[in-house]
């Protein structure tokens, strides 16, 4: 499958693209809207990127709880479910005068039930297509969220203006409703993948399972380590420049947009391995220029170009379902959904620190440098081999 034709022929590709498109944009404009809100509530720097990223953190509980129910839940309830709780969770944020202590619980009990929805999902898409589609059909995912940043951020931009923080987390609301109605309506009705009950062991063991293959985890650090670093920097675009955040975050979504599009559709397959690596250090080069508190445009410049290295994702995870059992596809994909979310989570944490006592622009440098530093320290074992095969065997992966 290498043409967007034949992927958009594939039965239930757009409905599950359509939802998951609903639920980009009510991250996005409700996540702009409570950092706006906390930021300006409290005025601190390190608030206003956990409000923004950091229930990503609470995806680490769930990683190690709840990831076997990815393969073992009936796709369209999971993921139905799994949109209408955070639409009830921000119109819970969007009432006055709850206390900020509640709204950080709410995000915590959302992000911990959030990391079952990229291993259902994903895992979906995986069945959907055919193993060499995966990779087209994963690149228009993100070329979707590319493009749903890059209005949503403008847009969520004005709704604060005009409708204020609140009245814009309940506008999020509605967008994560529309998608649990679209996943109603235009999935079908399928059986889980996997055989058995979710629990807390099943969960273990295959987390396990996944880990303990070197080559394996060589890919998790990979997609993990670097992205969360530099999520770390994006976090600082509110205390770097109030006003311009907005078009910061745009541009980051539209430079992710070009790079998945590249990647996805006209790089050979062949040759894609070998990308991998100098996507990820360009991730963080152009980001050293804030140490110097550059000026807008020449800050924007830097986004746009930094943020096609979000492509390393792409190909780093078609060499994961390479190195994975059809049986644990989405217990590997929520794995690394949720992983590197919460490592996003903590780079967002770990550059409100830094930022609490350093000029947002050098916090920023200061952690591109860090995601540099990862991405060589890792390079030799993204080269390495599958020292084996046979833990691969259907049999195997559906005792976990």
Known sequence: MRTYRELFRTPEFSPLLVASACQVAGQTVGGLALGTLVYGTTGS????????????????????????AADRLPPRAALTGLALLPALGTAVQAVSGLPLWA?????????????????????????????????????????????????????GGALVATLSPRGTLLVAAALYAAGAAVTQ????ARPPRAT????????????????????????????????????????LY????????GLLFACGALGMLIGDTLVGRWVPRHRAGRLAVPLCLLLAG???????????????AAVLLATLGYASGLLLQ???????????????????????L??????????????????PGRAMAALAVASMGVTVVLAPGLRAEPASRAPHRTGAARDV
Do not use: K
Not at 105 to 132: F, I, K, P, Q
Not at 185 to 188: P, S
Not at 238 to 245: C, F, G, L, N
């Open 196 to 235: 058995g009950r979710p629990s807390l062991a099943r969960t273990r063991r295959a987390n396990a399972l996944l880990w303990t293959d070197r080559p394996r985890r060589s890919v998790y650090l990979a997609l993990w380590l670097p992205n969360g670093l530099i999520v770390g920097c994006e976090s």
């Open 185 to 188: 309506r235009g999935l079908a």
């Open 103 to 155: 709204s950080f619980a709410v995000l915590t009990v959302l992000g911990v039930l959030a990391s079952l929805g990229g291993g259902v999902r994903y895992g979906l898409l995986n069945e959907l297509l055919a193993r060499e589609g995966y990779l087209l059909g994963r690149s228009v995912f993100g070329m979707a969220s590319g493009v749903l940043q890059t209005g949503g951020f403008a847009v």
């Open 286 to 300: 152009p980001y050293l220029v804030f140490a110097v508190r550059p000026p807008t445009a020449l800050a924007v």
């Open 238 to 245: 509110v205390p770097y420049a109030p006003r311009q955040a």
């Open 45 to 68: 720097p390190l608030l206003s990127s956990l409000a923004m990223f950091g229930p990503a953190l609470a995806q680490v509980v769930g990683a190690a709880t709840l990831l076997s």
């Open 342 to 359: 919460t490592c996003q989570g903590v780079g967002a944490a770990l550059a409100g620190a830094l930022a609490e006592g350093l000029p």
């Open 318 to 340: 078609d060499r994961l379902m390479a190195l994975t059992p059809d049986e644990l596809g989405g217990h590997a994909l929520g794995l690394h959904s949720s992983g590197m």
